[in-house]
């Protein structure tokens, strides 16, 4: 039997393989002159400062590399994440795999999510001189240009942004494509504000592919920690960059490790939190779905720097794609020997397991999301002690978002000092946002923490046609803040008593009715609530009672200062984040958009939305009288008079049940939902 | 995957066999066997009380706790409604109201000829989609309450209610 050995010995200078036969060392083995390295090693090894790349990472990186920037062949990237998918991106790559003339110069490959998900399905078309060229909104009949780009390797039309590697033939992230041509503004000004240093590979390389990430330099973190670090210079290293956890508290990463570090503890244990309840949010999942090493290597550095040999990762079921790509990158990662007992020859051994959770948003709260873990309904239990000194089971437990753990990689590979380049003092590197709702460019975008409201709104997301209201910003148990010029950072955010929470940014404009909104909100909390506070579980089930109230016409004034007044307790006297940050919203709302709790105590709405506080009318100069409301209202409370032109429409206000399919399907607009005196 | 024989005992000992030392949570057991049968069937969770241990009363408590676990089956084709902030905001509660409309639900959700479970979920991660629409698994993006009628008679001519 023959197999590769280590030899301990050589261990702090990297790793010498020798040749095993039954067990007896060959000596001979080991003036074997070195192999050549491949010419991504020295790339790396200069770009990124690493040396002593370990054999197993040297040869993979190499593999990789001619998957990923092939010197002879084009390679055709198509977005596979789930919102690519959910936009047709599985036939188009099942129409462009199935293309048997591209035997000898074209690949195709499935990549994940680059973050432009306006523009879904995309196709990026590398040629072998190191061009990428992006085709957004692939629908059916736009496989051509791209056909023709793989096999011509020069632009056609239809294509929307030509990026060029910086040194042709290397891509180590999206930093290293610069932009040679711009097409289609949408898509260029949607990059040009970000830094992609987290999600740097998103969108690039194949995430069920190991070797490929490894040519971006992936899990050279991991091997110099575990080869020329000790555990302390990686709570070190963490604790200097300033990195604060991305789940939505913001707290230390680096006091958070150190605290188990210090703990006596044999068993320690790390959790990746990717429950990601937020609604409005899906960084954590894009990034499992996409770029899956880079959250395992996050782990095992943690686990590392608090000499944990056990780590889970716990999803929420409605992620199946993510929990599929996770799981595969686990395999991978074991069978090249980068998980499971003494990993690169180290005395380091590590298992990672997922843990589905079955939908229930307080699970994502940690000490509920433990009971989970220990076969319990998912019920928050009171801190201290926090789980860093007595989590699963009783063990020290260092539980980290999945977003928090993609920054650790970065950071131990470029430091600290440059990680600070990036943010603010308080809030250093960057941060990803979920941008949607009603702006023209949504997506995933990362950028550095303290940039203004107005930069990402504006310039990345694309200013909307219609004037916008406000943002609803971190998921239910954030806020809703009017839109105008300040910072994204966890300081300023708090001032405005909102929260970054896990980075939804979900743009609202006039036709939202914030008071309906709250109310949904809070209804989402009432629904979550595990039931163990009194307070929490009825008192949000009668706070949404009373919001109800306003939208349904049947409130006062006495109702504006109840909700008011519940809210306070509720904040005050829950036990759990859960419950005491449900009611952001409402006083977010009553802080800067009073007015229209008061408008609805009235009987009005003012975006004219609340189907009990509206009434539909008909625009006459629009109306070309079509009759196509007519024939579409399933209650017949459309009447017409006879005659001809506008003036024969008649709503029945008792029939109509404000369905809107009138509104909806009015080629002209010529229907409109007003509200108030108006009506 | 496993392989389930159906209502044996030792089924989910074979569950849990199969899962990785580090997976073998409870919630992990009862999800796996829900994406099996589409429900949770009364033999299962008396299997599962005895292979962990947990009283069957505790074991209910639990399946009760997970929005995501039915005890009961559910219809031929799976609709689900994203309720989530951007979808919300975007008009999904319309779309809700309008499949509920069109269809005779039980208190389960699901229609009486069981063609059909119509739910609501929280966000499904595609926001930029919004308003979103799980059909069978499979997401529909940017869904107006208007659409819903023909996509219920394109599932409907695809049915095949003796499966
Ligand atoms: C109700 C509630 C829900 C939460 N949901 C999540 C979640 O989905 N994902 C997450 O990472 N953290 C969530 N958290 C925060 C976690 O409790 C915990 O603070 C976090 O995972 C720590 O990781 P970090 O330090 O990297 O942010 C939630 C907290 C509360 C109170
Ligand atoms: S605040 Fe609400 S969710 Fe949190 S423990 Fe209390 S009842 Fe449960
Ligand atoms: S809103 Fe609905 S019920 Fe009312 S008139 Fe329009 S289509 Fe008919
Ligand atoms: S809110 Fe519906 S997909 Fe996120």
Known sequence: MIAPAIDPTALKGGITAGLQIDGRMLSEAWTEPAPERAPIVDFLTSRQGLTDIPDLLADLAAKGHELLCPGSMSRIGIGAATCGLAAGAGERAAVLSARHDFANHTVVRKVGCIGACFCEPLVDVRTPDGRHYLFGKVDKSGTWPIIHTAKEQRLQKGAWLVLREREPGFLTSFDDLLVEKVINHDLADFFACQRRLISGNCGLIDPENLAEYIATGGYFAAAKALLEQQPADLIAEIAASGLRGRGGGGFPTGAKWEMAAKTGSSTKIVIANADEGDPGAYMDRTLMESDPHRVLEGIMLAAYAIRVQQAHIFIRHEYPLAIRRMRHAITSARAAGLLGNNILGSDFSLEIGITTNAGAFVCGEETALLSVMEGKRGEPSRRPPYPAEAGLNGHPTVINNIETFANVPWIMTHGSARYREAGTAASPGTKIFCLTGDVSRSGFVEVPLGIGVTTVIEKIGGAPPDPIKAIQIGGPSGGIVPYGSFNLDYETMAALGGMIGSGGLVVLNNACCLVDLVQHMVGFMADESCGRCLICRDGLARLEQLLHDLTEHRGNDATVSAIEQLSHAICNLSLCGLGRSAVHPVFTTLRFFRQEYEQHARGECPAAYCSALIRLKIVPSRCTDNQICYELCPQRAIQLDPGRGPERYRFDHAQCTRCRLCLDSCPHGAIVAVSGEDT | ?163
Do not use: W
């Not at chain 2, 024989?5 to 989910?12: D, K, L």
């Not at chain 2, 929005?67 to 994203?82: D, E, H, K, M």
């Not at chain 2, 993006?141 to 409907?156: D, F, H, M, N, S």
């Open chain 2, 1 to 163: 995957m496993t392989t389930f024989e159906n209502g044996q005992v030792g089924e989910i000992e074979q569950v849990f066999q199969a899962l990785a030392g580090t997976d073998r949570q409870v919630v992990n057991v009862l999800n796996t066997i829900q994406e099996h049968y589409g429900y949770l069937p009364e033999q299962s969770l008396h299997d599962v009380s005895r292979q962990f241990g947990i009283p069957l009363a505790n074991l209910y408590g639990l399946v009760s706790f997970f929005s995501g676990l039915r005890t009961r089956p559910v219809g031929r084709n799976q609709i689900a409604v994203c309720c989530g902030t951007a979808c919300y905001a975007r008009g999904s509660e319309k779309v809700f109201t309008r499949l509920k409309e069109t269809m005779q639900l039980d208190a389960d959700g699901t229609s009486e000829d069981g063609f059909v479970t119509i739910s609501k979920v929280p966000c499904v991660g595609a926001c930029s989609l919004a308003p979103v629409l799980s059909v069978n698994g499979v997401l529909e993006g940017k869904i107006k309450p208007l659409q819903v009628t023909a996509r219920l008679e394109e599932l409907q001519r695809n049915d095949s209610p003796s499966d």
